[in-house]
T-cell receptor
Framework: ETGVTQSPTHLIKTRGQQVTLRCSSQ?????VSWYQQALGQGPQFIFQ???????GRGNFPPRFSGLQFPNYSSELNVNALELDDSALYLCASSPKGSGSYNEQFFGPGTRLTVL | AQKITQTQPGMFVQEKEAVTLDCTYDTSDQSYGLFWYKQPSSGEMIFLIY??????QNATEGRYSLNFQKARKSANLVISASQLGDSAMYFC????????????FGTGTKLQVIP
C-alpha cells in the first residue's frame, strides 16, 4: 500500500449535480496530482497542487476545480456533472514539488458514475 | 501527436517466461522521465520502474527492467520469469521537463499470464 487514501470508493450522481472527492497524501508529501481514467483508457492529468497552490493543469474545463489544505490533503470538485465524467478518479502524491524526479504514489481511486 | 504510444492492446505470456511490453514516446525536452505502472483489476496504480533521460544505464527493479533506447525514443518494459500475479494492465508514462510533475500516460497493455 502507498499510504495514499481516497474517499469515497464509489459514488453515483446524476447529471447536473456537483461532487467532491477527497485524497489524503502520504505523510511528508506536499504535492498532489489528480487524474481521470475513463474505462479502457490511460489516466489523464487534471491538475496538480504544490503547497496549496495549483501548479499545473491539463485540458479540463473550469468546472473541475481543486483545493489543497495545509496538511496537504486535497479535494477535487466537479460541478455540473456530465455523463462523460463517469470515470475512475485517481490522486497521486509525491514528496517534492517542481524539479523532482520522484515517482508519484497513487491512491486506490474513486469510481464515479454519472447517470 | 501521441506523447506515449503503446501498440500492444493485449499480450499473453506463459508462466515463468519473459515478456516485453513496448512503449515509444515523443518529446522535444532534453530532461524527462519514463515510468511504468501496473494496474490490477482493483484499480490502484502500482509504480514499477523509473528511467531518467540522463541515466546511462537501463533501470532494473527485481524482475522488471526497462530497455531504454534514447535515439529510438523507446522505453520497453521487460518482465522476467512471469508469474500469475503479473496479469494486469501496464501503463507507460512520461514526465517532461523540470517543471510541475504532469505525467502523460499511454493507453496501456493488458498482460495475461497463462499457467
Amino acid at each position: 500500500e502507498t499510504g495514499v487514501t481516497q474517499s469515497p470508493t464509489h459514488l453515483i450522481k446524476t447529471r447536473g449535480q456537483q461532487v467532491t472527492l477527497r485524497c489524503s497524501s502520504q505523510s511528508g508529501h506536499n504535492t498532489v496530482s489528480w487524474y481521470q481514467q475513463a474505462l479502457g483508457q490511460g489516466p489523464q492529468f487534471i491538475f496538480q497542487y504544490y503547497r496549496e497552490e495549483e501548479n499545473g493543469r491539463g485540458n479540463f474545463p473550469p468546472r473541475f476545480s481543486g483545493l489543497q489544505f495545509p496538511n496537504y490533503s486535497s479535494e477535487l470538485n466537479v460541478n455540473a456533472l456530465e455523463l462523460d465524467d463517469s470515470a475512475l478518479y485517481l490522486c497521486a502524491s509525491s514528496p517534492k514539488g517542481s524539479g523532482s524526479y520522484n515517482e508519484q504514489f497513487f491512491g486506490p481511486g474513486t469510481r464515479l458514475t454519472v447517470l | 501527436a501521441q506523447k506515449i504510444t503503446q501498440t500492444q492492446p493485449g499480450m499473453f505470456v506463459q508462466e515463468k517466461e519473459a515478456v516485453t511490453l513496448d512503449c515509444t514516446y515523443d518529446t522535444s525536452d532534453q530532461s524527462y522521465g519514463l515510468f511504468w505502472y501496473k494496474q490490477p483489476s482493483s484499480g490502484e496504480m502500482i509504480f514499477l520502474i523509473y528511467q531518467g533521460s540522463y541515466d546511462e544505464q537501463n533501470a532494473t527493479e527485481g524482475r522488471y527492467s526497462l530497455n531504454f533506447q534514447k535515439a529510438r525514443k523507446s522505453a520497453n518494459l521487460v518482465i522476467s520469469a512471469s508469474q500469475l500475479g503479473d496479469s494486469a494492465m501496464y501503463f507507460c508514462a512520461m514526465r517532461e521537463g523540470r517543471g510541475y510533475q504532469k505525467v502523460t500516460f499511454g493507453t496501456g497493455t493488458k498482460l495475461q499470464v497463462i499457467p
